[in-house]
């Protein structure tokens, strides 16, 4: 039986997580975390019967643990809230599901307590790879990717041997807005944006995708999680979302995962890795398959991409202030305040104001986040 616990129950991955669970009789859920939805979090608890759970403001804790009396589990609020899901000792893997950089800490927290991370909260190593990877390997501990083309680059070295590889080809299905320019864009809604063509994701997600500065947070990702240089990354637009990503070696091979477009894949492939099993669901058919096709990403007109590839290129605290500026300004978007076309031009000026920090470390991490924030809320 192996037990687990989860960062951002209630979320799209968490949900998906826990869905596994239900599948697999050999999976235990210790510990839950969740923000403030509640009512779902009271359910999974009852369903799942964890030990231990969190929310993050401590009215919402007092609350939940009025309404589970008559259950045997104790409620904790607030970051140390998370820490204490983190580190939670029964645990042998720690689902990071939780979006935005608060996710460092508790990652820091689990891997310093032995625990092996499944990766989803892709900001932790956008803005704290450097500190992340060694810390993992120092303390003997697994970082297994949860997003669906980094477990499929994952999945690829299974396959070949890393020191030979030439390039990461890192797929992107172009979003909802694939082939238009900038001046077709200047008036979309947030409706708009938020339908993507083939994955079901969260909100601010959805945007990231659209923007294609989520595949540009991938990058910076995929830089820590495999040990290359962001020059050795080539995204590669595939509209059908059938190859998830592709490794190319030193001799000409390259190897790719494809499969249908569902998160539960490389979630239950981390949660048993290197075991694979039986997961329900469909499958790729290739007799009614028409095509794959592919295409460049157009740089211009989603310069959110271009601005992702310098941040990580340049490293040190410049990473943190286009993850930070750009979940700011979706949130402003999804809230109606700006437009969205004004999301790369607000990381834009972000970065150009920032004076980089070669080596950040989490306190200077954290308060170049707040800075970013003063920055953007002074100026628009």
């Known amino acids: 039986m192996k037990k687990i616990a989860i960062l ?32 779902l979090l009271e359910q999974q608890i009852r369903e799942f019967r ?7 403001k401590e009215e919402r804790a007092a609350e ?52 092996d991370i499944a990766l989803a909260n892709k900001e932790t190593l956008v803005t704290a790879g450097h500190i992340i990877m060694p810390l993992a390997k120092e303390c003997g501990v697994s970082i297994l990717p949860v997003d669906s083309e980094h477990s499929a680059i994952f999945q690829s070295f299974q396959g070949g041997q890393r020191k030979a590889l030439h390039k990461i080809l890192l797929t992107a299905s172009g979003g909802p807005f694939r082939g238009k320019k900038r001046e077709e864009l200047e008036n979309i809604q947030v409706e708009d944006a938020l339908k993507h063509p083939n994955w079901e994701m969260g909100r601010k997600i959805t945007i990231d995708s659209s ?17 290359v240089t962001v020059d050795q990354i080539q995204v590669v637009v595939q509209p059908q979302s059938i190859i998830h990503s592709m490794v190319e070696y030193e001799d000409g091979a390259v190897i790719a995962q494809l ?22 669901g469909d499958r790729l058919d290739f007799g009614t ?28 605290s410049l990473p943190t202030v286009l993850n930070a500026a750009n979940e700011f300004a979706v949130a402003m978007f999804l809230d109606r305040k700006i437009k969205y076309l004004q999301i790369p031009e607000i990381i834009q000026a972000c970065m150009e104001a920032h004076k980089n920090i070669p080596d950040p470390t989490v306190e200077e991490i954290l308060k170049t986040e ?9 100026r628009w």
């Open 64 to 115: 939940l643990k009025s309404r589970l009396g008559d259950m045997n589990v104790r409620v904790v609020y607030g970051m140390d809230g998370l820490l204490e899901v983190a580190a939670v000792p029964e645990s042998e893997i720690l689902v990071t599901a939780i979006v935005g950089m608060i996710g460092i800490r508790p990652t820091i927290e689990a891997i310093r307590a032995g625990k």
């Open 8 to 39: 951002g129950s209630t979320g799209s991955i968490g949900t998906q997580t826990l869905e596994i669970v239900r599948t697999n009789g050999d999976l235990e859920v210790v510990a839950l975390a969740a923000g403030n939805n509640i009512d």
């Open 211 to 227: 923007t294609m500065v989520n595949k540009g947070l991938e990058v910076i990702e995929a830089k820590w999680l495999f040990g």
């Open 289 to 316: 398959l028409s095509q794959i096709t592919f295409e460049k990403p157009d740089m211009e007109t989603f310069y959110g991409l271009k601005l992702a590839f310098e941040a990580g290129r340049r490293g040190g």
């Open 259 to 280: 499969g249908t477009p569902d998160m539960k894949l490389p979630i239950q492939y981390a949660l048993y890795y290197p075991e694979r099993r039986y997961l329900p």
């Open 50 to 56: 964890p030990k231990l759970a969190a929310v993050w």
């Open 370 to 378: 707040q800075e970013t924030y003063e920055f953007i809320k002074n």
